[in-house]
């Protein structure tokens, strides 16, 4: 029999599946809290509910039709030249045109930019990992500029953690992110910026809602239609109650100092976009389950937020760095693989990143897919990172591969790093 994740983890189905799994109601008892999930998997206040993980809350992503080939735009299979240009060219060319499929042929491309999809609906495909290479020569240090971080001090890189060769973000949120970094800026790297100073209020919660709960009552429901992507935003109070609540308001938190615990929330406030299912009067429904309550002394309310990049991907394709020594910890230059940055809805599948300093990056980014992908080569800071306030993205069929160099005195290495966000991930590490 076939269990579907959305099944097992709804309610009843994953009572039921969790006794096919173990065969006897005994095995169940073996673990109290799994049962105690299962009978409400959406309002465990430490188990999350990652039924609605990934593309579109769960769907397949699409294939979508070639539209262009990049050997047209100039580019040389042989790496005998930067093909960088000729696969921006290509991606804005479909992209302009509404979308589609930019197709790769089998070879060895050498960049020496970064291949940057700011457009909704537009596909980078090569013809397999094996088969369809991007080798990239230089550093995004060397490429936009240092990138200097807000924690830490002295001179400790932001590229530790964002940023991509392959850069998967709306070229309205691309362009002056970049712009930032080149004039030595802390850059905007959440939904609403650092500070949130992008997005507007479109309604306050006018009543409590609970972790689990679908709908919400709003003050004002013009503007809040069937589709719309919104941000529900809270911010914590004196106490630390949203802290508290993140970490399960359970007993082994009372010995917390939740004072130093706020980089938990560096993108203040909490961020969780989300797509409006319904609207009736003021009931608003969302399509997936609350993650977290929205308690009044947190403000809860709805707003805008940068524009993101929907719909898009990359497939059949490695992504291969020039080999430098491995870097210390956060002194990355920024030779890193394929990041998704206020990315909503959109995957990767059958990409490799080898020789990196940081493999697979999703930044503010929902719904995102990742299968079959895998990191290799020389050893790296990041295998796969999902940054605060990224939420709902679904990893599966993963590999971290064993390092080809020893490793470097000061560096450290993060396989799979999730930062105040949910995901759901099956992978394997070599």
């Given at each position: 029999?076939?269990?579907?994740?959305?099944?097992?983890?709804?309610?009843?189905?994953?009572?039921?599946?969790?006794?096919?799994?173990?065969?006897?109601?005994?095995?169940?008892?073996?673990?109290?809290?799994?049962?105690?999930?299962?009978?409400?998997?959406?309002?465990?206040?430490?188990?999350?509910?990652?039924?609605?993980?990934?593309?579109?809350?769960?769907?397949?992503?699409?294939?979508?039709?070639?539209?262009?080939?990049?050997?047209?735009?100039?580019?040389?299979?042989?790496?005998?030249?930067?093909?960088?240009?000729?696969?921006?060219?290509?991606?804005?060319?479909?992209?302009?045109?509404?979308?589609?499929?930019?197709?790769?042929?089998?070879?060895?491309?050498?960049?020496?930019?970064?291949?940057?999809?700011?457009?909704?609906?537009?596909?980078?495909?090569?013809?397999?990992?094996?088969?369809?290479?991007?080798?990239a020569t230089r550093s995004l240090?060397?490429?936009?500029?240092?990138?200097?971080?807000?924690?830490?001090?002295?001179?400790?890189?932001?590229?530790?953690w964002s940023g991509g060769l392959?850069?998967?973000?709306?070229?309205?949120?691309?362009?002056?992110?970049?712009?930032a970094i080149k004039a030595q800026?802390?850059?905007?790297?959440?939904?609403?910026?650092?500070?949130?100073?992008?997005?507007?209020?479109?309604?306050?919660?006018?009543?409590?809602?609970?972790?689990?709960?679908?709908?919400?009552?709003?003050?004002?429901?013009?503007?809040?239609?069937?589709?719309?992507?919104?941000?529900?935003?809270?911010?914590?109070?004196?106490?630390?109650?949203?802290?508290?609540?993140?970490?399960?308001?359970?007993?082994?938190?009372?010995?917390?100092?939740?004072?130093?615990?706020?980089?938990?929330?560096?993108?203040?406030?909490?961020?969780?976009?989300?797509?409006?299912?319904?609207?009736?009067?003021?009931?608003?429904?969302?399509?997936?389950?609350?993650?977290?309550?929205?308690?009044?002394?947190?403000?809860?309310?709805?707003?805008?937020?940068?524009?993101?990049?929907?719909?898009?991907?990359?497939?059949?394709?490695?992504?291969?760095?020039?080999?430098?020594?491995?870097?210390?910890?956060?002194?990355?230059?920024?030779?890193?693989?394929?990041?998704?940055?206020?990315?909503?809805?959109?995957?990767?599948?059958?990409?490799?990143?080898?020789?990196?300093?940081?493999?697979?990056?999703?930044?503010?980014?929902?719904?995102?897919?990742?299968?079959?992908?895998?990191?290799?080569?020389?050893?790296?800071?990041?295998?796969?990172?999902?940054?605060?306030?990224?939420?709902?993205?679904?990893?599966?069929?993963?590999?971290?591969?064993?390092?080809?160099?020893?490793?470097?005195?000061?560096?450290?290495?993060?396989?799979?790093?999730?930062?105040?966000?949910?995901?759901?991930?099956?992978?394997?590490?070599?």
């Amino acid at each position: 029999m076939t269990i579907q994740r959305r099944h097992f983890l709804t309610g009843a189905g994953a009572v039921a599946a969790y006794a096919l799994a173990g065969g006897t109601a005994s095995a169940a008892a073996e673990s109290p809290l799994w049962r105690e999930f299962v009978q409400n998997p959406s309002r465990h206040p430490q188990l999350p509910n990652v039924a609605y993980a990934g593309y579109r809350t769960g769907e397949t992503p699409p294939k979508l039709p070639v539209r262009a080939d990049v050997l047209a735009y100039g580019a040389k299979p042989d790496g005998s030249a930067d093909a960088a240009p000729a696969l921006n060219r290509a991606i804005s060319d479909v992209g302009r045109r509404g979308g589609g499929t930019v197709l790769v042929p089998a070879g060895t491309y050498r960049i020496d930019d970064i291949v940057q999809i700011g457009y909704d609906n537009v596909v980078l495909r090569g013809e397999g990992s094996g088969r369809t290479t991007l080798y990239a020569t230089r550093s995004l240090e060397e490429i936009i500029g240092i990138n200097r971080s807000r924690y830490g001090g002295g001179d400790n890189s932001a590229w530790s953690w964002s940023g991509g060769l392959v850069w998967v973000c709306h070229r309205d949120r691309y362009r002056p992110l970049v712009d930032a970094i080149k004039a030595q800026n802390w850059p905007r790297e959440g939904w609403t910026g650092n500070d949130g100073e992008i997005g507007t209020r479109l309604a306050a919660l006018s009543r409590p809602a609970r972790r689990g709960d679908f709908t919400v009552t709003v003050d004002n429901a013009r503007g809040l239609t069937a589709g719309r992507r919104v941000l529900l935003r809270l911010d914590d109070d004196a106490s630390y109650g949203l802290l508290r609540h993140m970490s399960g308001d359970g007993p082994g938190t009372t010995s917390y100092k939740w004072s130093d615990k706020t980089k938990l929330l560096s993108y203040r406030p909490f961020q969780w976009p989300v797509r409006i299912a319904e609207v009736r009067g003021g009931q608003v429904r969302f399509d997936q389950p609350l993650p977290l309550d929205a308690r009044a002394e947190w403000k809860p309310r709805l707003t805008t937020f940068a524009t993101p990049v929907t719909g898009s991907g990359v497939e059949g394709l490695t992504i291969r760095m020039v080999k430098t020594p491995r870097p210390q910890h956060l002194k990355d230059k920024g030779y890193n693989g394929l990041v998704f940055q206020c990315a909503w809805d959109c995957w990767a599948d059958d990409v490799s990143v080898v020789d990196s300093d940081n493999g697979f990056l999703l930044v503010s980014a929902k719904g995102v897919t990742l299968t079959r992908t895998r990191v290799d080569g020389r050893g790296q800071h990041h295998s796969y990172a999902t940054r605060e306030q990224s939420h709902d993205n679904l990893f599966s069929g993963f590999a971290v591969g064993k390092f080809t160099e020893p490793p470097t005195p000061g560096s450290g290495h993060h396989g799979i790093n999730v930062e105040g966000s949910r995901a759901a991930t099956s992978g394997r590490a070599g």
